[in-house]
């Protein structure tokens, strides 16, 4: 197989896979020792993301653009070095988060919060800024008292913890961790996002994951009116060539959206969508006027919730949950 990218989720798109290290042969890697004991988790594993935390088409890409050690060393923790290609290919295995005591490893080693802060809650690198916040997020949620494993690592009917963490790719996951409502209002439309059984900001984890809202007006006849987008994300702007997090839109509990404006308020008809999505490093470029302009690409894009409203709605209207 080329690539241990993972199984690809109903309605997410990916990126063309790049080789991981020039020059290596390719392969899937395996939980090693581990597997002859723990078939059903070394199995769950070999499709989750952490064996394709390096491999990963996406993480590749970024890392094409940004190949630091930092990122390495937390994404192929089982490398030995840069050129261990066999190592690097393992990903997050068993050894990345079981201690190994008389042989084996140990459940409670990685049943609590703390044991997740190494890889999901970092600065960057010389800096006390966080680069990921997610431990953090989670100690001021409402579900700060439930362990990550409750949630990510789900019970099999055997007893075990699943190990496929699947989550971040679940499409019916995602579109099931927000509700979207929504209402028109005299200057535009308002939308009401309240996030469902998450225990952290959403989106959370790398600063490359984001909500997207798109809105749309028509007049009575079907011209098209206007359109406007907002991005619920974390936004850093670098100050003396240092990134720095000048703003977080993202959801944490709950959050109203509005867009507003003439094109808008009166408009006989209006859509919205709410995406969520990965994308690519971002850069800033000079364009033809002498202005900045954000570019990037969208790794990954899942409708998570659409709706349209009349003029004369005003009340709440709970948006259509995409299929």
């Known amino acids: 197989m080329a690539g241990a990218v993972g199984p690809r989720a109903p309605g997410e798109l990916r990126a063309p896979h790049v080789p991981v290290v020039a020059g290596g042969a390719e392969s899937d890697g395996d939980a090693g020792a581990c597997a002859g004991c723990h078939r059903a988790?070394?199995?769950?594993?070999?499709a989750s993301l952490h064996h394709g935390s390096f491999t990963d088409a996406d993480?590749?890409?970024s890392f094409a653009v940004e190949p630091l050690q930092f990122c390495f060393g937390c994404h192929a923790p089982e490398a030995r070095s840069r050129?261990?290609?066999t190592g690097a290919r393992v990903g997050v295995g068993?050894?990345?988060c079981h201690t190994v005591a008389s042989?084996?490893?140990r459940e409670n080693v990685v049943a609590s919060t703390v044991s997740c802060a190494s890889c999901h809650e970092f600065t960057f690198p010389g800096r006390d800024a966080l680069m990921q916040s997610t431990v953090s997020e989670h100690a001021r949620s409402t579900s700060s008292g439930t362990a990550c494993a409750t949630c990510h690592m789900a019970r099999a009917p055997d007893g075990h913890r699943d190990h496929r963490f699947d989550v971040s790719r679940n499409v019916a996951l995602l579109r099931a961790s927000l509700a979207v409502e929504a209402r028109r209002t005299d200057a535009g439309?308002?939308?009401a996002l309240t996030a469902r059984?998450?225990?952290?900001a959403m989106p959370t984890g790398d600063l490359f994951r984001r909500l997207r809202i798109a809105v749309r007006a028509e007049a009575a006849d079907g011209a098209h009116l206007g359109e406007e987008e907002v991005v619920l994300a974390r936004r850093f702007d670098r100050r003396r060539g240092v990134p720095d997090e000048s703003m977080d839109t993202r959801v944490f509990g709950a959050r109203r959206v509005r867009v507003e404006g003439e094109w808008i308020a009166d408009a006989a008809r209006v859509e919205y969508e709410v995406m969520y999505e990965r994308v690519a490093q971002t850069t800033d470029a000079r364009?033809?006027?002498?202005g900045l302009a954000r570019r990037e690409s969208v790794f990954a894009s899942v409708l998570l919730a659409e709706g349209a409203l009349s003029r004369a709605v005003s009340a709440w209207s709970s948006g259509r949950e995409a299929r």
């Open 41 to 46: 988790e070394a199995a769950e594993w070999s």
């Open 59 to 61: 993480f590749q890409a």
């Open 83 to 85: 050129g261990d290609v």
């Open 94 to 96: 068993c050894a990345s």
């Open 103 to 105: 042989g084996h490893g």
């Open 189 to 191: 439309i308002e939308l």
């Open 197 to 200: 059984g998450v225990g952290h």
């Open 287 to 290: 364009d033809v006027r002498g």
